[in-house]
């Protein structure tokens, strides 16, 4: 076996272990379709390694080309599919059977030539979009996706290089090749595991979400609100610049649920949620605090302007029309507590506080704000 067949036999077994390696992200990989392009895409690449073996016949070089035209067509199509863009199938067939023309046409003439020109060319004609999909257009980018766009970028350039060297330095062809096929495993190995772990990236971004935020309302929850308000507080504590924390509770919302039912409570947080979420801009945080309890968190706000929201809340509320609840029944209300940072910056103190002032809220008919003592 000359050195050749051992590299081809290595390259294809690297291909088939991504190929495998697919299998482990089955039941995890959550964008629609894209895995399975991209482990058919490693399929197809092991099997024209294995039919570049016999390089002599003309039936299996021709297989060998189709395959590696897959390859790269099925690329294009797994991203697309990761970027959440529709597939434009009948370009990317009518692509791949130019591309396939193309290649095994002139490597069954041995005009080495245009077949290396050939593949630059359609590396470049699918491979850019490709590289714009990940950076520019795919939902929930990772940096496992800008890796993977920067190996296909590397891609490129080999492909370049040996064109360029075809054209300028055709004396140097020989190293050329003896370069490209020294870069070649690491391009693959890197492209491979970059697109298998933005996967993996993904699902740790999907479960630190899950732990940080209410699955009812998508708001944060109280482990995500602590997280974001003591990140803000630092600096704030350090400038000794001012703050508000309002704690608020849905006035009779137990009401709601006894008459009619959880289902119909649950539509009633959710539209809630929405409705104070308007009132808010970047970087106030709003928080589902526990049952029917929310909590907004105003930098940079004094007393005056915390109460100016507050009472942008209780009155955006009380407009809100639901069709699930009659139209003879009161309008919705909270009772809103309002506690401020500054010069004490203690989250659990200033929270207690809130909690207070929104019990006299209560105590003092409801559908009204109560500011902190102290």
């Given at each position: 076996?000359?050195?050749?067949q051992?590299?081809?036999?290595?390259?294809?077994?690297?291909a088939?272990?991504?190929?495998l390696?697919?299998?482990?992200?089955?039941?995890q990989a959550?964008?629609?379709?894209?895995l399975?392009?991209?482990?058919?895409a490693f399929?197809a690449?092991?099997?024209?390694?294995?039919?570049?073996?016999?390089?002599?016949?003309?039936?299996?070089v021709?297989?060998?080309?189709?395959?590696?035209?897959?390859?790269?067509w099925l690329?294009?199509?797994?991203?697309m599919?990761?970027?959440?863009?529709?597939?434009?199938?009948?370009w990317?067939?009518?692509?791949?059977?130019?591309?396939?023309?193309?290649?095994?046409?002139?490597?069954?003439l041995?005009y080495?030539?245009?077949?290396?020109?050939?593949?630059?060319?359609?590396?470049?004609?699918?491979?850019?979009?490709?590289?714009?999909?990940?950076?520019?257009?795919?939902p929930?980018?990772?940096?496992?996706?800008?890796?993977?766009?920067?190996?296909?970028?590397?891609?490129?350039?080999?492909?370049?290089?040996?064109?360029l060297?075809?054209?300028?330095?055709?004396?140097?062809?020989?190293?050329?090749?003896?370069?490209t096929?020294?870069?070649?495993?690491?391009?693959?190995?890197?492209y491979?595991?970059?697109?298998l772990?933005g996967?993996?990236?993904e699902?740790?971004?999907?479960?630190?979400?899950?732990?940080?935020?209410?699955?009812?309302?998508?708001?944060?929850n109280?482990?995500?609100?602590?997280?974001?308000?003591?990140?803000?507080?630092v600096k704030l504590?350090?400038?000794?610049r001012?703050?508000?924390?309002?704690?608020?509770?849905?006035?009779?919302?137990?009401?709601?649920?006894?008459?009619?039912?959880?289902?119909v409570?649950?539509?009633?947080?959710?539209?809630?949620?929405?409705c104070?979420?308007?009132?808010?801009k970047?970087?106030q945080?709003?928080?589902?605090?526990?049952?029917?309890?929310?909590?907004v968190f105003?930098?940079?706000?004094?007393?005056?302007?915390?109460?100016?929201?507050?009472?942008?809340?209780?009155?955006?509320?009380?407009?809100?029309?639901?069709?699930?609840l009659?139209?003879d029944?009161?309008?919705?209300?909270?009772?809103?507590g309002?506690?401020?940072?500054?010069?004490?910056?203690?989250?659990?103190?200033?929270?207690?506080?809130?909690?207070?002032?929104?019990?006299?809220?209560?105590?003092n008919?409801?559908s009204?704000?109560?500011l902190?003592?102290g």
């Open positions: 076996m000359t050195a050749e051992i590299y081809i036999l290595g390259m294809m077994q690297l088939l272990v991504f190929f390696a697919c299998y482990r992200l089955r039941g959550r964008t629609s379709g894209s399975g392009f991209l482990q058919l399929l690449d092991a099997i024209s390694w294995l039919f570049y073996l016999w390089t002599e016949w003309p039936a299996a021709v297989i060998s080309n189709l395959f590696s035209c897959a390859n790269l690329l294009a199509a797994f991203a599919r990761r970027a959440a863009v529709p597939l434009p199938v009948f990317l067939c009518a692509g791949f059977v130019l591309h396939a023309s193309w290649y095994s046409y002139f490597a069954v041995q080495q030539h245009f077949v290396w020109h050939g593949q630059t060319l359609f590396s470049l004609l699918v491979l850019l979009p490709v590289i714009r999909l990940m950076l520019w257009h795919k929930q980018r990772t940096r496992s996706d800008f890796w993977f766009a920067f190996s296909l970028m590397l891609w490129l350039l080999v492909m370049l290089v040996r064109s060297l075809l054209l300028l330095a055709p004396h140097w062809l020989l190293s050329s090749q003896l370069v096929q020294a870069i070649w495993p690491g391009v693959m190995a890197a491979a595991i970059f697109a772990t996967y993996l990236e699902n740790q971004q999907q479960l630190k979400g899950e732990a940080t935020h209410d699955p009812l309302t998508a708001l944060l109280r482990r995500g609100f602590f997280e974001a308000v003591n990140g803000h507080l504590a350090a400038k000794q001012p703050a508000a924390l309002l704690l608020m509770d849905l006035d009779y919302f137990k009401q709601v649920n006894d008459e009619f039912g959880h289902d409570g649950d539509e009633v947080l959710i539209a809630v949620a929405n104070l979420q308007q009132q808010l970047t970087p945080l709003l928080a589902r605090f526990g049952g029917e309890e929310f909590l105003l930098p940079d706000t004094d007393l005056a302007g915390a109460q100016l929201i507050a009472a942008q809340m209780l009155a955006a509320v009380a407009e809100l029309s639901l069709p699930q009659p139209s029944r009161a309008p919705l209300s909270l009772s809103i309002i506690a401020r940072f500054g010069p004490d910056y203690d989250l659990s103190r200033q929270l207690k506080k809130a909690d207070l002032a929104m019990y006299q809220a209560k105590q008919g409801r009204r704000v109560e902190a003592s």
